[in-house]
Structures are given as C-alpha cells and as structure tokens.
C-alpha cells in the first residue's frame, strides 16, 4: 500500500476525482485505524461552478479550498451531517473532491460517521496527517460517471455535468 503524495491531488479536480474511485480511505481518528474503499467522488471546480462552495468567493468556511492540494475540507450539511473534501489544483484556484461514498458507507454522511470524521478533522491533511490518508493498492476499478447529486441550488449547466465517479461494481 502507498499513501498518496501531494503531488496526487496536485492536479484538477476533474483528474484526481476519478481516479479516487477504488482507493483506500483510512482513518485513524481515536485509534482504531478504519479502512474503507472509496466507492464515489464528486468534483467541486472553482468559483465558476455554481455548484461550488467557492463560487461566491473567498469566506471563512471556503478559505481552506484556496489552499495547498491534500488539504481536509470538512463541512457540516443541514446542520447535523459532517461531509468531507480533499483539496486538489493550485493554490488559489479553489476545487475540492467530495468523498461521496465508500464500500459499505453509501452516503457521504455515513462514510464519514464510519471514519469517526467531524469538524476536528478540517483543514488538517491527508499527505502529512496522522488521523486521515489514502493508500493506494495498486488495484484499478473501472467507473461510472453520473450528475452530481444535492445541487439543485446550481445552474442549470453545473447541475447536467457528469461530474460525479462512481465504482463500476456499485454502479445502479
């Protein structure tokens, strides 16, 4: 198994999304180390995607998407579901992975609740962190793409992009 490096998320989020799909998250919040396979990504593409966090530009909550890529981007959903990203691209150019599911999480709340994620985790780092990192064990999974999911907020064009990766043996 290899941890993932920063120069992996070093890169769009549109390449590191899909090639996410069929990693290992792994978890050692509280001890215990969890692994789960990621099972879907979503790609999150700066302040021109409506969809995006960033899309209004720089704020409190969104300031860690103008970051260094491999950063932990936790928010809290509805006011009770913790979500986590990985940051990808440059620096000041805000995109962020959402980690959408995972082999027997189907949920970004229960993948995250599975791990033990809260807000603890955001803005620490899945390249130089000793409680989140992504292994990768050589195995390479086929996948799917499909809309993203949740963002009837978006545009209309942001809302049809095929920017969600699902792994082929999940797909529905």
Known sequence: MERLSEEFFHRDCLEVAPELVGKILVSRIGGEEIRVRIS?????????????????????????????????????????????????????????VLFRAGVGADGPAKLTKRLGVTGAQNKTSFVTGEELWIEDDGIKHAYTTAKRVGISYAAKEDIERQWRFILADTAT
């Open 40 to 96: 879907e990504t979503e790609a999150y593409r700066g302040e021109e995607d409506t969809a995006c966090h960033a899309h209004k530009g720089r704020t409190k909550r969104t300031e860690i998407l103008y970051g260094k890529s491999g950063a932990v981007y936790v928010y809290l959903c509805y006011g009770m579901h913790w979500l986590m990203n990985v940051v990808t691209g440059e620096e000041d150019q805000p995109q962020a």
